[in-house]
């Protein structure tokens, strides 16, 4: 089946740092990736869509400028957070949509811990 | 707008016994996709069906099975004579063509 790679899986950061989380569409290219976040026992929220080549369509209530999306590449995109807080440490997960097959494929997802 | 309703938090079963995970779902389109994914402790979500609006046929693959009743805005999911490696978080959600509405998901325990 389709695969999707998001590394890192886990990273611990200082406060005010970046974090920059990849997400890599194996064998497939994909036009369209998603990246959620999720908090201990619930559900995935929607932070925002990637679209190659041209900007991230982003939720309402999400930071542009604290999360950046860059999908430079059919089968890349990236999330950056950008002068992450402890408030961000959070589980985020990333999907690609498969457009011939219409599903999205996930990620493993990245645990992100801010001291 | 799109809403998902597992009214089901948490399922814990003893080995062999079946399970079934209840979806009902609110859309304004005549045209849509209903999935389930599976989030083991891992955490990565395994994708396991995808059904569009106009199938309504039931599906059955290995020990899964899937009810589609659109009359009641429905997709249930069943495991039959369920496993310890069924314990997981399942998740249930609606699209159209771009952006998935996630239920709150149902936990299930399966013990030995």
């Known amino acids: 089946g389709a695969v999707v790679s998001q590394h890192p899986s886990w990273v611990i950061c200082k406060s005010g740092t970046s974090v920059k989380i990849e997400c890599r569409s194996l064998d497939f290219q994909a036009t369209t990736m998603f990246w959620y976040r999720q908090f201990p026992k619930q559900s995935l929220m929607l932070m925002a869509t990637?679209?190659?080549?041209?900007?991230?369509?982003?939720e309402q209530g999400v930071e542009k400028d604290k999360f950046l999306i860059n999908h430079a590449s059919l089968t890349l995109s990236t999330l950056t957070v950008t002068s992450a807080h402890p408030e961000d440490s959070s589980f985020y997960i990333c999907?690609?949509?498969?457009?011939?097959?219409?599903?999205?494929?996930f990620g493993a997802g990245t645990r992100l811990s801010v001291l | 707008a799109q809403k998902v309703t597992q009214a089901q938090t948490e399922i814990s079963v003893v080995e062999k016994e079946d399970v079934t995970l209840d979806c009902v779902y609110e859309?304004?389109?005549?045209?849509?996709?209903l999935f389930w994914y599976k989030q083991p402790p891992s955490g990565e979500l395994v994708f396991l069906i995808r059904r569009n609006s106009f199938d309504e046929q039931n599906e059955i693959s290995g020990r899964y099975s899937w009810n589609f009743q659109k009359s009641t805005s429905s997709f249930n999911f069943t495991i039959t004579a369920s496993q310890v490696v069924d314990s997981a978080v399942y998740f249930c959600a609606l699209g159209g063509d771009y952006k998935l509405s996630f239920g709150a998901g149902t936990t299930v325990t399966v013990r030995a």
């Open positions: 859309t304004r389109d005549t045209t849509y996709y």
């Open positions: 990637s679209n190659e080549g041209s900007k991230a369509t982003y």
């Open positions: 999907s690609a949509r498969s457009v011939a097959k219409n599903i999205q494929y």
